[in-house]
């Protein structure tokens, strides 16, 4: 490899490509290669990108460690771009929400308020958006609600910024939580009409898609006509999932063992874990995963089977 910025371009290019196809620790290696050449060439601002980059691509790998060192490496480097610093901040603040306790959140919260208010820079929207997802944390989803839908309608196509299925995403999972179907199901199209490419977007589509059919399995209940393919991709993505290693397709794994354990299927239920094992990390996790038990025993005692998310069926 030559040591000049064309080959420092390439490197963050084939980076690029493996986030779009799912392979985020391989993405994390092409950064962490690109870190050092941009070191090497005394490209201070680049090295302080490419270490955004690993630290997003690490985090999505499973690796949440390795991503807050990488993050804070960028959040400290001497140079840094305005957007990329403030990126590597959000980015932060994300990771924190499922390892640091509600008031560190608030704290860091209030960091990124005081940076933009000294740096008149029109990013508010992804705070709004990271309050909205610390109340979702906390139970609050009617406040959760109003600060997404402020995030989705200040949305900016420029960066820093989320794309569009981010925000779409969590106004859907919010809408299933506060039982609001009609919301959840234009969330949904809106959602699936973005046709995204990146594996990662791919999923939160399947993942919308399920939570409509949990929320029409007991909203429209006796009269539910059991669509069954929202349960066939569920089948067909545990068993694709199985054996391709460490991920942090956690949320898309745990989804779709929800939309089996409604069905009974704990058969696959029980070969999806046995391949690879969800790891209780985190608060949330950790209750999902007494939820998935909960509903074993359930229906080991023929008891009704019951939405723990949703509610139960009326």
Partial sequence: MNLDRPSLTHLRERAAQARRQGHYAQAAQWEWKAVELAETLGLAGERARALLWEGYSLRQAG??????????????????DPGDRFSALTTLLHISLERKSADFCRALLAQGRQELAESRQPWSTLLDFLEGELAFRQGDFATAHEWQLRAWAGRRDAHPRLTPATYLWALCRTAFRRRELPELEGFTRQLCELRPHSTLERQLVMRAQWLVWRARRVDQAPEFNADQTPVMQAQAFLAQRAGEGKSRDFGARLEALRVLALMGDWDRIDTALRHEPLPPVGFEMALSLGDLAVSRVRATLGLPIIDDDYGEIG
Avoid: G, S, Y
């Avoid at 690796?63 to 840094?80: E, G, H, K, R, S």
């Fill in 63 to 80: 690796d949440d460690d390795l991503a807050l060192a990488a993050l804070l490496q960028a959040l400290n480097a001497p140079v840094i």
